[in-house]
């Protein structure tokens, strides 16, 4: 099993859509989670994090983090042409890059 | 604006050619690392450093080698490169603070190596 895992897509949504990007994990220890976004031929962005559970919100944007079922969400409102990209999520031990565990993305499109 | 670079954004290479691959940032940050990222498995660390001239395995170091003598430059270097290195390469860089810090990416370079 890999230590994170994410559904690779494509996903294809209709403009003003609700988008739910999802992740599983398999280490419990985990306390930090990140989402990040990435336009084709473009490095990744950070676009969310959360420290141990819970829910945050950022524009259009919600994280969740379900420790009980290591899983983490990303949702995102009223999805416009311009969100559509690869999600990544990661998540680490610690505030420490070099300990971060990437997911292998999620292609999203969001069709005008 | 915060910003780091790539030397190239595009290289084709020969199996057994030493490859150099330049990453700067320029917002001071102490931690710099390499990843490469390929389909379906996500970003895996190659190295990275913490510090000037300090420098750690990550998780797949084999058949790479990096090199920090500044703060802002950080090159990672295939001595003799195979096809199975033709990846996505890509750099990053952050703060050593307290709290989250950030990991700030490069645009990638994509290596083909034939």
């Known amino acids: 099993q890999k230590e994170v895992e994410q559904d690779p897509g494509p996903l294809s949504v209709p403009e003003g859509a609700i988008v739910s990007l999802n992740c599983t994990y398999s280490n419990s220890a985990f306390q930090y989670f990140m989402w990040y976004r990435q336009y084709s031929r473009k490095g990744p962005e950070l676009l969310m994090y959360?420290?141990?559970?819970g829910n945050k919100e950022d524009g259009r944007f919600t994280a969740q983090v379900d420790k009980s079922s290591k899983y983490i969400s990303l949702f995102i409102r009223d999805s416009q042409p311009s969100d559509s990209a690869t999600y990544l999520c990661a998540m680490g031990l610690d505030n420490y890059g070099q300990n971060f565990v990437f997911g292998p993305g999620t292609r999203l499109s969001v069709l005008p | 604006d915060v910003k780091v670079t790539q030397s190239s954004r595009y290289l084709v290479k020969r199996t057994g050619e030493k490859v150099f691959l330049e990453c700067v940032q320029d917002?001071?940050?102490?931690?710099m690392f390499w990843y490469r990222q390929d389909p379906g498995l996500g970003l895996r660390l190659i190295y990275f450093s913490y510090d000037v001239k300090m420098k750690e395995k990550g998780d797949i170091p084999e058949g790479y080698s990096v090199s920090r003598e500044k703060k802002e430059r950080f090159s990672l270097i295939l001595e003799s490169a195979s096809t199975n290195q033709t990846s996505m390469y890509l750099c990053a860089s952050s703060l050593t603070g307290d709290g989250y810090n950030e990991q700030f990416f490069g645009p990638g370079t994509r290596l083909t190596v034939l």
């Open positions: 959360t420290y141990s559970s």
């Open positions: 917002m001071d940050h102490e931690n």
